[in-house]
């Protein structure tokens, strides 16, 4: 209400500024610029260039570009993104040859500033991202030289004024995400016939027809009309959108059918998009022209040879399509499934009916699949095991039958497959090829025969649904090898004894409806038990124990090695020469460090890479050092170099490196001393209590010292070591993070081999590690996230003292796949009132966490995201609705 009071007033003023501006005498393009600058709110003093008393032509001014005629003129200004408030003032349309305004993702906030249509020349005028209020006036139809005009992601209210249509020379129109109401006129965009993008999406309150004489726009390549209010059919007219590249229409109201011959007109269709209508009937079979029946591709021909028939050339540019949550029923559109371009099908909770065909096999650039829930038929086609591309397919709840062809799951990057809910029989082939296959649902049909043990190969498998089929012979004792999140094999025939971990912490329902499995905990216990449930548990943690202790042998011959090694190579140069770099004044010697580092100094159990011990230093201040073996990998020159690198960081949450020193074996770091210890001590403590607040303010802080690391220090580093133990805390409770970029100082070889043989299955480790050493942005974000978990649960993330007890990876993954166990996994000892908070840091922590690498967030999203969340107030339950993608396999 309020602004529209203001809106008159201001209107009226800001035109007799206009007028008034004009009729003075002409000043100087400087002068104009000036004015200008002068209703501008400039807080971090961007425009500091704009002043007449610098030294640079005005021509060099922040944002400014002038012809190169002589003089010069201004014909573009771009002042986007320099957080400027304020107002925009008419003056700039002094400027005789101005063109280009570009003043979006700023702080304007204010109605459309109409006096701008007095720049005569501006052909371009970009306010995207603004606070921009009220409503287009009429007399926007001044600015007659507009081509490109973006007034998106405002508060733009009321109707799309009919007089926009008389901007015959505009090319793009962006009015998305705004408050535009009520009816669009249908003839509005009908005369635009130089138009190339019409985007109106996202103006929730804009409930009308779709407007009939958009389908005049001969030109119009980009056509986005996304969720509006949109309703009644898809127009007739729309045949005419010959140049149409790209059509979203979905998330509207629209009813009907799809006009017969839209698919023979939209050549150059790239991105088909009506899904989340009530859009039904059969859809047109001629989608890009490729007429049924003109495929003709037998079994047994090679599908990769041979002409391709003529008519699918017809559809080359296709990539998306996308009719997903409609009625649409009858045959599903053949033609579509060999398309040379096509990268996404989506058509999932539809009627549709009919077969895949085996031509699927011709689709090069297929990624994903989605046609669940409709009324498809046939057998699973064996031209799917050709596709390279694809990452995942999803067709249950259809009718598939017959056998699921030995080849399903060749594709290399194949990481989804969901073919519960079908009619399927036959075994489940042996899975070999999908090595990043991630989850797997059958769930459902009616399988025989055994669960094939290569599936245990399968190194990120991590959900498994075989339920409900008819599969008999035991359960791959390799299987508790895999992290799994979620195993279902409930009713089926399955016999013989469970392997242990599978049935500790996951929920006994997904064991039930097998009368012939035995173990403890199960009705039947295994006949070679003497006293079933204790003794089996016993023997199995005494087993585990041993592989540990082995393990444990082993790693330490690996470091003894090193270790000898090491000695012997130093032998040779008895008395260490030792070098020491301070980045910081402090006095010490290096015989002060090396005679300070005792037992009695050492902290903490050792991490992966040393010990860490604190000196007090002469001067009374104390450091931490930490001792790393020096590998010798590279020249103490280089090894200077880089360690400077890491001692040049400056960032509130990261520890400061004050020096180093070094001889042939070792390499001590100096670092600042934090008092507090580390966040790993901390949680680990039986006593562990501190409030939500101060486990957000060290999550943010964490986040933002990654983020920093990631994105904003050059060189870019990654920390490759986050966990709770590297997080120091200082007095406040501010964490900083330590260990960073050890790889850096010790060598990617030397790096690798010791976080292999230390902690190969730390749960801070993400799934990708087991068959990808490169380092990546994702690794890190994946190991926040597990330190996430560890806030949000007020667990360790790894419990040393029982051998399988469960990480906190799998404990909260299994948790939340049982009904409110959500709810479980949040630390009782913080107060209730916190506990939306936690939950929304828990789906976090999940994306984090997430088992595809391309699914977790940056960190830069992760800090955005975490301080939104101290911020927010009432959270909707729609927001609740992340957990749904834990719940079922993804
Ligand atoms: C950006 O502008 C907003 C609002 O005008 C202000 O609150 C904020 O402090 C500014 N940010 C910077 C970095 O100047
Ligand atoms: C520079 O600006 C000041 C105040 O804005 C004005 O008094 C002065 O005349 C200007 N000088 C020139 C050379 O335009
Ligand atoms: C700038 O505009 C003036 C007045 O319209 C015109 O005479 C002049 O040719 C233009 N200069 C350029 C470089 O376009
Ligand atoms: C307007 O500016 C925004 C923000 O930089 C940009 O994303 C958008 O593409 C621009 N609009 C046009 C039509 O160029
Ligand atoms: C479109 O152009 C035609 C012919 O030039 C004219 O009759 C009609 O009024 C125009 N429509 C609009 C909405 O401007
Ligand atoms: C669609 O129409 C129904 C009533 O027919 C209405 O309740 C709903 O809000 C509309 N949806 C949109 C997105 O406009
Ligand atoms: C389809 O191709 C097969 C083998 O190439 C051929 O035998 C058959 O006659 C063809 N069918 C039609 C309808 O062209
Ligand atoms: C299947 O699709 C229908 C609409 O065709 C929808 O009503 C139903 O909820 C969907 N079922 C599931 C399980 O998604
Ligand atoms: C499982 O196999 C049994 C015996 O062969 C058969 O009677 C039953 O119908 C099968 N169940 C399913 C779901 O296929």
């Not at 390549?221 to 509006?228: I, P, R, T, V």
């Not at 509130?652 to 001393?673: A, M, Q, R, T």
């Not at 690798?752 to 190969?760: D, V």
Request: net charge neutral.
């Amino acid at each position: 209400m309020a602004k529209s009071c203001k809106h008159p007033l201001l209107l009226s003023l800001t035109f007799f500024t206009f007028f008034f501006v004009h009729t003075s005498s002409s000043p100087s393009e400087l002068e104009i610029l000036l004015t200008f600058k002068s209703s501008i709110e400039d807080s971090k003093n961007s425009l500091s260039t704009w002043s007449n008393t610098s030294q640079t032509h005005y021509c060099k001014w922040t944002g400014i570009t002038c012809s190169p005629t002589s003089p010069p003129s201004v014909t573009s200004i771009n002042l986007q993104s320099l957080n400027l408030s304020g107002e925009i003032s008419s003056s700039v349309c002094k400027l005789a040859n101005l063109s280009y305004l570009n003043l979006a993702d700023n702080f304007f906030n204010q109605p459309i500033p109409l006096q701008l249509s007095g720049c005569s020349s501006l052909e371009s005028l970009n306010l995207s991202n603004n606070l921009i209020w009220g409503t287009i006036p009429d007399q926007i139809s001044q600015l007659g030289s507009i081509k490109v005009l973006d007034l998106s992601r405002n508060h733009v209210e009321g109707k799309i004024p009919e007089s926009i249509g008389l901007l015959r020379k505009l090319k793009v129109v962006i009015l998305s995400n705004n408050l535009l109401l009520g009816n669009v006129p249908s003839s509005v965009f009908g005369n635009l016939s130089e138009l190339v993008v019409l985007d109106l999406s996202q103006n929730p309150y804009l409930v009308s027809e779709i407007p009939s004489d958009v389908g005049k726009l001969e030109r119009l390549e980009q056509l986005l009309l996304q969720s509006c209010g949109f309703h009644g059919q898809i127009p007739e007219s729309f045949l005419g959108l010959q140049s149409l590249t790209i059509l979203d229409l979905s998330q509207n109201n629209l009813t009907g059918k799809v006009p017969k011959t839209l698919g023979s007109s939209l050549k150059n269709l790239v991105s088909f998009d009506v899904s989340e209508n009530k859009l039904l009937g059969s859809f047109p079979d001629d989608i890009c022209s490729s007429k049924k029946g003109v495929i003709n591709l037998s079994l047994h021909t090679n599908l990769f040879s041979g002409p391709i028939p003529s008519s699918i050339n017809e559809c080359l540019n296709l990539e998306r399509f996308q009719v997903q949550n409609n009625l649409f029923s009858g045959d599903f559109p053949n033609g579509l499934w060999s398309l040379p371009k096509i990268k996404l099908i989506r058509a999932e909770n539809n009627l549709f009916s009919g077969p895949i065909p085996e031509s699927i096999a011709m689709a090069a650039q297929l990624e994903q699949v989605q046609i669940d829930n409709n009324s498809l038929t046939g057998v699973i086609p064996q031209g799917l095991g050709h596709v390279k591309s694809l990452y995942r397919f999803s067709a249950s709840l259809n009718g598939f039958y017959g056998e699921i062809p030995p080849n399903f799951c060749d594709s290399p990057v194949m990481s989804i497959i969901n073919l519960s809910h079908n009619s399927l029989s036959g075994e489940i082939p042996a899975l070999k090829k999908c090595r990043k296959l991630v989850s797997l649902s059958l769930a459902n049909n009616s399988l025989t025969g055994k669960i094939p043990p290569s599936l245990a190969d399968l190194p990120v498998l991590t959900y498994l649904d075989l339920s409900d089929n008819n599969l008999t012979g035991p359960i791959p004792q390799g299987l508790q090898n895999l992290k799994l999140a979620l195993f279902n094999v409930s009713f089926n025939r399955l016999s013989g004894k469970v392997p242990y971990s599978l049935i500790s912490g996951l929920p006994a329902s997904f064991l039930q409806g097998n009368p012939d499995l035995c173990g403890p905990g199960l009705p039947n216990s295994c006949s070679d038990e003497e006293e079933p449930g204790h003794h089996d548990a016993g023997l199995t943690t005494l087993t585990c124990a041993l592989i540990s202790l082995a393990f444990a042998v082993g790693t330490m011959i690996v470091v003894a090695g090193f270790i000898l090694y090491q000695r012997s190579h130093k032998r040779r140069s008895q008395v260490g020469v030792w070098r020491s770099v301070f980045f910081y004044p402090l006095r010490v010697t290096e015989h002060d460090l090396v005679m300070g580092m005792d037992d009695k100094s050492a902290v903490g159990s050792g991490g992966v890479f040393g010990r860490v011990y604190v000196l007090s230093l002469p001067s009374g201040e104390r450091v931490a050092v930490k001792k790393l073996v020096n590998f010798e990998t590279q020249s103490s020159k280089a090894l200077k170099v880089e360690i400077k690198t890491l001692a040049k960081i400056r960032h509130k949450n990261i520890v400061k490196v004050l020096g180093f020193c070094h001889s042939e074996d070792s390499i001590f770091l100096i670092y600042e001393f934090q008092p507090n210890g580390s966040l790993g001590d901390l949680i680990s403590r039986e006593d562990f209590r501190l409030e939500w607040s101060v486990r957000m303010k060290i999550a943010i802080g964490v986040a933002q010292g990654l983020a920093y690391l990631h994105k904003d220090y050059v060189p870019h580093l990654l920390h490759r070591n986050v966990k709770s133990r590297n997080i120091l805390l200082d007095e406040d409770f501010e964490p900083k993070l330590t260990d960073f970029a050890l790889d850096r100082i010790v060598g990617e070889a030397a790096f690798q081999s010791t976080i292999t043989s230390e902690s190969p299955f730390s749960c801070y480790n993400p799934p990708e590690y087991g068959y990808s050493k490169k380092p990546t942005e994702q690794m890190d974000v994946y190991r926040f996230g597990v330190v996430l978990l560890e806030l949000v649960t007020g667990r360790p993330a790894e419990q040393s003292e029982s051998v399988d007890s469960l990480d906190i990876v799998k404990w909260v993954r299994r948790k939340v796949n049982i009904t409110n166990g959500v709810f479980q996994v949040l630390d009782p000892n913080v107060s209730s009132s916190s506990q939306q908070e936690m939950l929304e840091a828990l789906d976090l922590a999940l994306r984090c966490t997430s088992v595809m690498p391309e699914k977790r967030p940056s960190m830069f999203e992760v800090v955005k995201l975490l301080q939104s969340l101290g911020s927010k107030t009432n959270v909707s339950s729609v927001e609740f609705s992340a957990f749904q993608d834990h719940l079922v396999p993804v």
